[in-house]
């Protein structure tokens, strides 16, 4: 996933497991462009399963068209956000606030934390 204005990469997906790992970049702007890559990437590696992912958002900056795209429905069963810095969490409860997104979706400072309640029964 790479910014359209610049060519640079401003975010990567894997499988880890049993849950997928989006990593926005730290000082990436993520645009419509990107979060569409994004879920793209996401749906081809989950393979028609309906998995949770774990995203990491730290000092990256979306952008209004990218908030109402993750806003859609895509196949997630939960989403962990996981950011270092209050601005993070602000974001974080600000897009919750604002797009009701269709599957539990809660903020973590730590990746254990955010990781363990991804994969916790239920």
């Known amino acids: 996933m790479t910014d359209q ?6 975010g990567t997906v894997e499988l880890c497991g049993n849950f997928l790992r989006l990593r926005w970049s730290p000082v990436g702007r993520i645009d419509e462009s990107a979060a569409r890559a994004a879920i793209t990437k996401i749906n081809e590696l989950s393979a028609g399963q309906v998995l949770p992912v774990l995203m990491e ?4 900056s979306p952008t209004r068209q990218a908030g109402d795209v993750f806003a859609n429905e ?15 969490e602000v974001i974080a409860a600000f897009y919750s606030a604002r797009h009701r997104p269709a599957c539990p979706t809660r903020f973590f400072t730590s990746t ?4 363990a309640w991804l994969t916790e029964p239920g």
Do not use: E, Y
Request: glycine letters at 10%; hydrophobic letters at 40%.
């Open 57 to 60: 958002v730290s000092g990256s």
């Open 5 to 10: 204005s610049m060519g640079a990469p401003v």
């Open 112 to 115: 254990t934390q955010a990781t």
């Open 74 to 88: 895509w196949p997630l069963t939960r989403t962990a956000l996981v950011g270092d810095s209050p601005v993070d």
